[in-house]
Each structure stands twice: as C-alpha cells, then as structure tokens.
C-alpha cells in the first residue's frame, strides 16, 4: 500500500481516506520524528485500521508511533458500541502495561552517594525477567478474586494503603471482569507472576525531579526539582499475553470462517463485534488481565517502598513515598465521547497510548480535578522520564489520549548489532546512571539509541494541546528485566 500524507500543521499529518478506509488517519508528529516513522511498516497499520468496522472519527497515531501487531504501538481508535469491534491487537499483548509514580520527601543530593546500593536492593527484593515468580502465590480462588478487585485486592493484603486507589486510573479496577471466561493456562501462568517487573522495557527507576515547566500544576502532584521519585513500568505479565494469545486464535478461526460481515485487510487485526458472544468474552477477560497489571504495580511499589527504607535506614515519615498517579497506556475501553456535537459511548483502544483527560473531567479523582489527570510518559534509561497533565484539545482531537513513551526507532534486533563490542552499563554509569539488568543483551536492546527522542515527542504532544508539560524527571538509577 502506497501510503501519501499531506501536512496540516506543524505537529499534525492526514492519511485521505482511500480505497477500504473508512475513514481517514491522522498523526501527530513534526518534520524530524514523521521521518522515522516512514521507515516501517506503521503508516500501513493506521490506514488498516482506519478499514475496521464502526470506526469513528481518524484512525490516529501518536508520535512514538512504530510497528506493532496488526494495531501501531502508538495507535489509538475508537469504534460505535453497535457497529464497532474489539480488537485484542487494538490492545496488545502486555495488557494493561503502564506506569505508576511516588513521590517522596527525599532530595537527590541526599542519597547520591548510596544509588549503586539502592539499586543492588531493588535488582534484589522485585523479581524480574522472563518467567519470573514473585512473592504473592495465588490459589485459583484468591487469583478470580485479584482479576475482579484490581488494586483494592493488594491493598487488602498489606500491599500499599486506600489512598494508592483514588490515585490509580479507574480506582485500580475495571469493570466487568469475569474470570469464568479464562483459559486453564492463563490461569496457571498467572498464579505465580504477581509482584514481578518482566522484561525488555520493563523497570523501575529511581529518579530526580531536574526541571518544573508548571509550578502550580506540579505543586498540585507533589512534585519539586531536586526531589527523588520512583517510576515504575509493568503489566499482567504472562497472565494477561496468554489472554491475548486465547482470543487472537479464536478470534482468527472465527474470521476466517466467514461468519462475520467483513474482510479484514491484516490477519493479525482479528476482532470480533462488541455485542458478540465472542467481543464479551474477550472485554471481561481483558478487564481481568487489567486488574492483574494494577495489582501487579501495588505490590511492586509496595516492594520499592520497603526497600527504599530498609537500604537507607529510614521510616516512612522520613521517606513520605505516595503514589502521585498510575496509568495505563494497552487498554479498550467503553468511554463517553462528543462526536459531531452528539455525546456518544464509545470502545477507545489505546495500544502504547495514555489517557489524557483535562481539568474538571468527571473521572477525575478530586485532588486532580482543578489541574487535569498527571500523564506519565517514560523516555529511556539515559534521558528523561516526563510529567504532563491532560488537556481539553484530547477530548476533540484524540478521545482524550496523549502518547506514551519514546517509542523504539531501531528493533531489538538492529539495537543489539548497535550495540556489538560496547558496554552499555558502563556508557550509562559515565552518565551517572547506574543500571542493573538479568542479562547484557537486554541492556542493548534497551540501549538509548533504541529509542526515539522522548523530548521532541512530548513537545509535539504538548503543542498540539493533549497534555501539556509540567515536569521533567531525570534517571539516577534503573533496574531492567
């Protein structure tokens, strides 16, 4: 597919609607960053998507934007209730990846000197890497009711406390999760992964608050330069991709079948109607496989926490560890949006997308409704991590969506022949950063270079008005899967 673009601004590019697209694409990028996504296959997978049913608006793209399965990563579009579909790809594998932030009282300059062993603490005490167990092992009892409760699940175990809830998106909980609908091997893989990070780019950074953009938005989160937070990135784990990997397959025979109205321009797009048997089943899963990955972060900020206080010989007074906000950036959802003045419900799949909802939004906890929900984008491990807040130009022109990383510009694969002969770890302690990882070859494949400029693309989010910039935290020190 011949894909044209034509520049509407400097932050925004269409897709014309042609040939099976319902309707147009729309990317947000700049001149620099609209170069490397032409480099793959990820402009195709908009307009593909743009072809799916009961699409509504523009098949939009974010600018980490790269390739991914049948949805870019970076993709978000959303779909009528009656008419529309659901897409396990729209979501990805790692349902319900996303990122949670503490706040502390601690200053920088206050455990410089003790980050090669707070690190050494946290490589220890959170389980990490492919296929690891965690510190939580869960009866296929105490497992339905985690996939049900989310986030309260944890705290009801001594995980972390009730205020952590009203600052997790959706309290930690998303509704309609039945765990009747899960296959026996997600259920296996699920028991004993609870409480651990994974791989690739999953981590958990100690971090500085290096530069304020909006002092009073950032004094509404609790945040001030010099200070030390903690950013956590992780999701369901094995759990919620063995979900994902159930529903595609049955989702495929099901296509192939002929059973469904409409031809798919991308086998790995398979979906199924919202109000099928098949879209249900699929949406009460996911629901289960998100409350997974919220329990997951409670328990592995609950570790950091104990871990930051024993390392450094503190109490909890002295640390003042809080979550500031956890988002999740692989998820559908049924959300009400305007759409050519009517106020409608909706199915918005965000894959590699954050929600961005502005000040006065109704889904807002109350200490976030005068400033807007805290959107936690995370660079790589040798730039910046960043704070925004959502704007009302989302609610419009994204269905209240921001993007969600740096986003890769070169694949595991070219990174790791980047990488030949150099030691990454030693390049990022040179920087000051001090990183702890299972193996070398994660490392390069999470090697800086990897990744897009995380700071060109929150400069496109922010002046095209989805979230704007309030902080900008800097790694000191990172543990990898």
Request: charged share 20%.
């Amino acid at each position: 597919m011949d894909i044209k673009l034509e520049k509407i601004d400097k932050n925004r590019w269409l897709i014309p609607k042609t040939g099976p697209m319902r309707v147009p694409g729309l990317i947000f990028s700049n001149d620099s960053l609209i170069k490397a996504i032409q480099g793959d296959q990820s402009l195709i997978q908009v307009a593909n998507v743009a072809a799916l049913p009961g699409i509504v608006g523009n098949s939009l793209a974010m600018p980490d934007i790269h390739w991914g399965y049948g949805f870019p990563i970076g993709g978000v579009a959303a779909f009528d209730l009656d008419e529309g579909i659901v897409s396990p790809g729209g979501v990805g594998y790692d349902i319900n990846c996303g990122c949670r932030l503490a706040t502390t009282f601690l200053k920088a300059h206050e455990i410089r000197s003790q980050i090669k062993e707070l690190v050494i603490a946290l490589f220890k005490n959170i389980p990490s890497g492919v296929g690891s167990t965690g510190p939580v092992h869960l009866s296929k009892n105490e497992e339905a009711k985690m996939a049900i409760e989310g986030a309260a699940w944890a705290v009801k175990k001594g995980y972390g406390s009730t205020q952590d809830l009203e600052r997790t998106e959706d309290n930690g909980a998303m509704e309609g999760a039945d765990p009747s609908v899960l296959s026996e091997r997600a259920i296996k893989r699920g028991q004993n992964q609870l409480g651990t990070l994974g791989s690739g780019n999953h981590f958990v950074e100690i971090q500085v608050v290096d530069k304020i953009y909006d002092p009073q938005k950032a004094k509404a989160y609790n945040l001030f330069e010099g200070q030390v937070t903690v950013l956590i990135h992780s999701g369901s784990r094995g759990f919620g991709h063995q979900i994902c990997d159930d529903f595609l397959k049955e989702m495929n025979r099901f296509t192939q079948t002929g059973k469904y109205p409409f031809v798919l321009p991308d086998r790995q797009l398979a979906c199924a109607p919202l109000k099928s048997d098949q879209g249900r089943r699929y949406f009460s899963a996911m629901a289960c496989a998100a409350n997974y990955a919220w329990a997951n972060r409670q328990v592995i900020m609950h570790l950091a926490h104990e871990t930051l206080m024993s390392t450094l010989s503190i109490s909890p007074d002295e640390l003042g560890m809080k979550l500031l906000y956890d988002v999740c950036h692989n998820i559908a959802k049924k959300e009400q949006h305007t759409v050519e003045g009517n106020k409608v419900m909706l199915c918005v799949h965000r894959k590699g997308a954050t929600r961005a909802l502005p000040p006065g939004h109704s889904l807002l906890p109350e200490i976030y409704r005068n400033v807007g929900q805290p959107v936690l984008i995370p660079g790589d491990m040798g730039t910046f991590s960043f704070v925004l807040s959502g704007a009302e130009k989302a609610m419009f022109r994204s269905f209240g969506s921001s993007c969600h990383g740096a986003g890769r510009v070169l694949s595991r694969t070219q990174a790791t022949k980047k990488a030949k002969g150099r030691a990454i770890h030693r390049e990022l302690e040179d920087k000051g950063i001090y990183v702890q990882s299972r193996s070398k070859r994660i490392l390069k494949e999470e090697m800086p270079e990897a990744y897009k400029n995380v700071s060109q693309i929150v400069d496109v989010v922010h002046d095209a008005g989805l979230a704007l910039k309030v902080a900008r935290l800097r790694p000191l020190g990172v543990i990898k899967g």
